[in-house]
């Protein structure tokens, strides 16, 4: 159970899964975002996974912290970013983001087709639901102070 970054590049995100005063709560959060990095970083990497289980784990975290086991990623984020148009517009970058993986055969749904996605775009959207994540995790806990 400890995360343990892989990319330095992303070192900023602050993503604190293993915070003891959260006990189990993020653990499903940690494992898929651990398989994320793990997909990224094994030889030969797998670019499919890597973006599958990082959207996954920004999803799972919503579930979460709106307390709606059953919630799709879209309604969650407007839920837990609200209504300012800014934070509007942040929602629907991330919901973009899902829509993305949604649209890649073999990352979401069935891999109908062979696609090449290359380590760069995979990188782009593990680091991007890392940030997310860790931004929804820092609010969180500011509020739950």
Aim: aromatic fraction near 6%; hydrophobic fraction near 40%; glycine fraction near 6%.
């Amino acid at each position: 159970g400890e995360f343990e970054p892989f990319d330095p590049d992303a070192a900023g995100f602050e993503l604190d899964l293993a915070n003891p005063v959260d006990g189990d709560r993020f653990q499903p959060v940690r494992r898929q975002y651990q398989r994320a990095l793990d997909a990224l970083s094994s030889r030969p990497s797998d670019h499919l996974a890597a973006i599958r289980e990082s959207l996954n784990a920004l999803e799972a975290l919503s579930r979460i912290l709106t307390g709606n086991p059953k919630s799709s990623l879209g309604p969650a984020l407007d839920t837990l970013l609200g209504t300012a148009p800014h934070r509007r517009a942040l929602a629907q970058a991330l919901k973009s983001l899902y829509g993305y993986s949604s649209t890649v055969p073999g990352a979401r749904h069935g891999e109908h087709e062979t696609v090449s996605v290359d380590y760069a775009e995979a990188a782009f959207v593990v680091r991007s639901a890392g940030a997310a994540i860790a931004m929804l995790l820092a609010e969180a806990r500011r509020a739950a102070y």
